[in-house]
């Protein structure tokens, strides 16, 4: 049982669709963020909220679309996807900026997105 | 440029052996290093991390880790390997230098611990 929990574990969805990703951190933390894992490439930052203020986007493509009511909730919206998007999708939270005193990020179990 | 380099893609270990996986960084200033492992179909979990002071870090699960300075390094290790500890480990710097620093993961060694 982690502190941050992603909902669903998995999703296949058509390119069409549209669904979202929510994550929930029980950790009292103020940052949080998506980060995306395909196979055979590294770690990909997607998003970074700080107090629910959007500090980073690493050029993701607009039909990826963030939101984050408040420093405990992060959702992921999906819409039209394509099957290159298809990945393991990781949220996580940390008491502040990493950069500031080596604030440990921690991970949820992520959902596994399949785009057909 | 700020990197973090894991010069091995996997690791194969007999059971009860030590066991190393190598990390080595480059970025400016003081920075803050982490090991993470990720098993099947899970997210990543936090194992260790360097802040400051003793070079050697104790963490979860018998894990341990060596900061060294000059050799830009912070290599995982663990005295007598298991059969569990078959992961994929992904070693992360923050470069500490700002607040707005981010976290830069390396590209993940995967441990194979045989019986």
């Known amino acids: 049982e982690t502190g941050v929990t992603q909902t669903p574990r998995h999703l296949v969805m058509g390119m069409t669709n549209k669904k979202s990703l929510k994550c929930e951190q029980h950790?009292?933390?103020?940052?949080m963020y998506w980060y995306k894992q395909s196979a055979k490439k590294p770690l990909e930052l997607m998003f970074v909220?700080?107090?629910?203020?959007?500090?980073e986007n690493n050029s993701v493509p607009s039909r990826f679309s963030p939101e984050c009511p408040n420093s405990s909730h992060l959702f992921l919206h999906l819409h039209t996807l394509q099957p290159e998007d298809s990945a393991l999708y990781l949220c996580?939270?940390?008491?502040?900026?990493?950069?500031?005193?080596?604030?440990?990020?921690?991970f949820g179990e992520g959902s596994w997105l399949t785009v057909v | 440029a700020q990197s973090v380099a894991q010069p091995e893609d996997q690791v194969n270990v007999a059971e009860g052996n030590p066991l190393t996986v190598k990390c080595t960084y480059s970025?400016?200033?003081?920075?803050?290093l982490f090991w993470y492992v990720q098993y099947p179909n899970r997210g990543l979990q936090f194992l260790l991390k360097?802040?400051?002071?003793?070079?050697l870090v104790k963490g979860s699960y018998g894990f341990e880790a060596e900061f060294n300075k000059s050799q830009t390094s912070f290599h995982l290790k663990k005295p007598s390997a298991l059969v569990s500890d078959s992961a994929l480990y992904f070693c992360?710097?923050?470069?500490?230098?700002?607040?707005?620093?981010?976290?830069?993961f390396g590209s993940g060694t995967r441990l194979s611990i045989r019986p």
């Open positions: 996580a939270s940390s008491q502040g900026r990493t950069g500031l005193s080596g604030n440990t990020i921690y």
């Open positions: 950790l009292g933390h103020n940052a």
């Open positions: 909220y700080n107090f629910k203020e959007q500090t």
């Open positions: 970025v400016s200033g003081n920075p803050y």
């Open positions: 992360a710097v923050a470069p500490g230098y700002s607040s707005a620093s981010k976290i830069i």
């Open positions: 360097y802040i400051t002071g003793d070079n």
